[in-house]
């Protein structure tokens, strides 16, 4: 079990549910259009953010931000201490900072002190891309190299802020190579107890980076390994915290609400599946969006009736395609009726609406 | 290390590279419309592809189609064994069979003996939605009651063809819930010598199922588990395809040609990277389109100078955004010049083209 850091008023670590984290692409001196995405963030479901602090304009929009914010937010600081001071002074909840490309110790030290008084969570971390040059040729031999070379990085990093007596740590180790990015996680996880931080470093467009996080971050959380996660992708940020949830829903880490199952399509479906459960996909998004509430936990849209209630008889409700264009509504594998498939669907979201 | 077994040409087991499987979703007794899917599928790299084969209709189409097909096919069998007898003198390169729906040991025998004949590997598995009542019943109380009862399952089906002398079978043991599909594929591969044919069942809509398969396919892929795969999805069987093959590049299973990275967006940015991995994406896939060489392995987009050569020092080329609109190229970390963003972009195509 890793020890526990609050991020504002989020857990992280210590058996705490994991928590979601983005990070804004905006210019942060535009507080009008940072604060406009972090409310985008927070509808879609984002624990916490992540915003560049690059100089002193964008720090000088800091108050306004914080102040605004649906979500806790961390400050992402580069080479000038002074700006993870100032967004101390601002109030930020967290600060991520890599002491690599700090120049001096005497600079972290500051940090230390400002964040220790403050109560504010440090996240340092090491990555592939910008380990410092004596371990990052080494980390070129292999996944194992690699993998090793980040846990030393990080180490290194933890132990200089503990020197200065700050111990509210969060460390991530990415990669973009996947298999190094779990060996480093997994290796660190058995050292150390601080709260870990899941991500794959530029995982490149949307599919891949997608699947890149998903089996990494995935990897990990099966093994009850990581205390929050950021699935880094080259789109909307909102995209990666939709992506971070399944991800956390796929593992049983989050409830999903409704999940929906259904079954790959093949040459036994009666039924246009895919058709059928995006459209239940939109219509349970426009519910949400309403207010409405939404009386089931699991719903199934299959192809056929052969397999379809049996294979689903612990969804809620569900729907299996039928000769003829009918298609059947069963409810815990027990079927509820034959109906033409437009008011099949009809009643499938009628009993979703709890009518 | 598990056997080695034979679909066609393509190895599964035994430290063969892992290959990637689909399934049409077209009418099988549509010999035109079930080979232009498989001609699709072949050419987005799927390796072997299955069908269904649910009546009589279907299998008189077998013929046509397995003498036609660019990739080894497999025939999903339910029900009734003498269509799995039929795909086999028909020279199905193999059979996917689940004996819990084959209604007397005899006929098992007959397709064991069949098969043995024309030396056809078959596939034997469980699944969480189609489990023997008993086992249904126990396995509802935990993931790992479900791993176990999904490995009992599957242990049974595969005594039941070993008892009649047959070995050539390769074992699926999937379900809709990941760690539950996860835990039981480690607890067999511990227990047997079978190939693995990795899946997740049900695995809903395209962004949640190519996640689902993603951490349930890769995690047990980094761990060395695992010979054949196949992403469920209720979708186009091509998106199978690619995701499937981008969880095998993923984890250095295979080698992308070429890999693109790019760093997440940050308030750092400096150009428009989405757009532009994009656009490289696009202009790649046209380049492979037109048969044209590919002269560069790994290929960055990167959002700013200050991290982006260094990040990305192991791409063979890169761009990296700078400011007043213009980009940086760099080679191997190295800045080769510093141009406007478009020019940049033609110099990033032309060197990509080894021109």
Redesign the interface.
Known sequence: MTRRSLIGNVPVGGGAPVSVQS??????DDPAATLAQLRRLAAAGCDVAR????DTK?LAALPDIIKESPIPLVA?I?FDHRLALGAISAGIQAVRINPGNIDSEKKIEEVAKAAGEADVPIRVGA????LPANL?KKA?AS?EAMAIALVEAAEKQCALFERFGFKNLKVSLKS????AM?LANRIFSEKHDHPLHLGV?????I??G???S???I??LL?DDIGDTIRV????D?VE?V??GI??L????LRTPNP???????????EID??EL??RL?REIERMKERGEKVAAAKI??MGCV??GP?????ADIGIAGSKNGKATLFKHGETIGVFPQEEAFQRLLSEIRGK
Do not use: F, Y
Request: aromatic share 0%.
């Open positions: 990070m804004t692409n905006t210019h942060t915003l560049a602090v690059p964008a992402d580069h990555n592939s891309g910008s990052a070129r996944n973009s190579r996947v298999p779990i470093t530029e995982a490149g467009t599919k891949r997608i699947i890149k998903a089996i990494g995935g990897a099966a880094s992708l080259t789109a940020p990666e939709t992506a399944a991800i829903e796929s593992l049983g999940e929906i199952i259904s079954c790959p399509t093949c040459g036994r479906t599946l895919m459960a995006e996909e199934a849209v052969v397999n049996g294979e689903a008889a612990d």
